[in-house]
């Protein structure tokens, strides 16, 4: 019996598959070959659509680049689980009211916002943000946020819910109302992926210096 064995480059694709975000270097350990190898596989990767990167925020210094897999690069996987997850959707929207659908994806929201209550006491406008970021990131974004004149941007440049999205636009509820419960201040989405946009972007206004976002 012949055992092909996985190439780099699949091996590349199966390690950001699973960690979903990588570096250079974390990729170099998980697939065991020297970084500028990596490299060069990673910037084949990218002129064929299948990989991205982004800048994160790490501790003190300089940005680290990290890298994810595109849709494109997705969609090379067995997806047997988002033909699931669709027949679901498709069966509780025929046996449930729109807003009743709405409101259950509103309140997954809040439900996994109310696990970090505890951390939100006497945070900041911009240690909410920081605490969107890593909420987000583990629930499989890839997200960051910055400032700009007198309000922050939140961008979202790889959504896990983008495939089942297209057919079902209610799980946009999601992450939006996880950003404002954290936040506890308007936001306001001005640009998304389900309208072709190359990422969701949202606007949070900055508070007053006199103001603090409540409990």
Known sequence: ???????TRERVLKTLLTKEQCTINE???????????????????ESEGLVNSTEERHG?????????????????????YLRLTLRLLEQLKETMPQQMVDELFTQMAQDLAKEYKDEL???????????VVELLTNEGFTIDWEQR???YQIHE????????GQ?????????????STILNVPTHKIKCKL????????????????????A
Do not use: W
């Open 1 to 7: 019996m012949i055992i092909q064995r996985e190439s």
């Open 27 to 45: 990729l170099a350990q998980a697939v065991d070959i020297n970084p500028i190898s990596v490299r060069h596989h990673i910037t084949k990767l």
């Open 60 to 80: 003190v210094g300089r940005p680290r680049r990290v890298y994810f897999l595109t849709e494109q690069g997705r969609e090379r996987f067995p997806q047997r």
């Open 121 to 131: 006491d006497g945070l900041a406008l911009e240690e909410r943000l920081d605490l």
């Open 149 to 151: 004149d007198d309000t």
């Open 157 to 164: 440049t790889s959504c896990p819910y983008f495939h089942v």
């Open 167 to 179: 057919d079902h636009p209610e799980v946009c509820k999601i992450d939006q109302t996880l950003i």
């Open 195 to 214: 309208n072709g946009d190359a990422h969701c972007i949202f606007i949070v206004p900055k508070l007053n210096s006199t103001e603090k976002p409540e």
